[in-house]
């Protein structure tokens, strides 16, 4: 489990840190909470990972065209595969794990309750969509995902 307790999960389908209609919720989430900010940073695996990881800090008024700019650097970030990232804001009441280095990868979104029904309207997910995430989940997380 990447969150504490006293948070709910909601789990989707994941592959890239910053997909455009993802990005643009999580934005729209962030603004509606005040966040000023977003934090990235790449999973080091507890030391496991030797290479410079990617720390960033990010403005949630951000427009996604400014993240895509960076050339080379962007498409590291935001379309390279096999890298996990760790997105939160300053006031901890949310986070997202981006866990795309496996066979089905997962975004794993925590928020406390005081939010969750900003991030619940936010991410909706079809039935479909719910069972189809809850076939791929891994045990621990089918008892704490909120849907």
């Known amino acids: 489990m990447v969150f ?10 994941g592959g890239c840190l910053f997909v455009q209609e ?3 919720r999580l934005q729209q989430c962030t603004q509606i909470i005040a966040e000023k900010s977003l934090f990235v940073i790449e999973n080091t695996f507890g030391g496991r990972v030797k290479e410079p990881i990617f ?6 008024d951000i427009w996604r065209g400014e993240l895509t700019s960076g050339n080379f650097a962007s498409a590291i970030l935001l379309e390279m595969p096999h890298k996990e990232y760790f997105v939160f804001g300053e006031s901890g009441s949310w986070g997202r794990y981006v ?4 066979e089905f ?4 979104l925590g928020f406390r309750r005081e939010s969750a029904s900003i991030f619940r309207d936010k991410f909706r997910l079809t039935e479909a969509e719910a069972h189809e ?13 909120s849907g």
């Not at 504490?4 to 389908?13: A, K, R």
């Not at 720390?55 to 949630?60: G, I, N, S, Y």
């Not at 995430?133 to 995902?145: C, D, F, M, S, T």
């Open 55 to 60: 720390r960033m800090k990010f403005p949630t």
């Open 133 to 145: 995430i809850g076939q791929l989940l891994p045990p621990a997380y089918r008892n704490e995902r």
């Open 105 to 108: 990868p997962l975004d794993v």
């Open 99 to 102: 866990a795309n280095d496996y």
């Open 4 to 13: 504490t307790s006293g948070y709910e999960l909601h789990v989707s389908i």
């Open 22 to 24: 993802e990005f643009e």
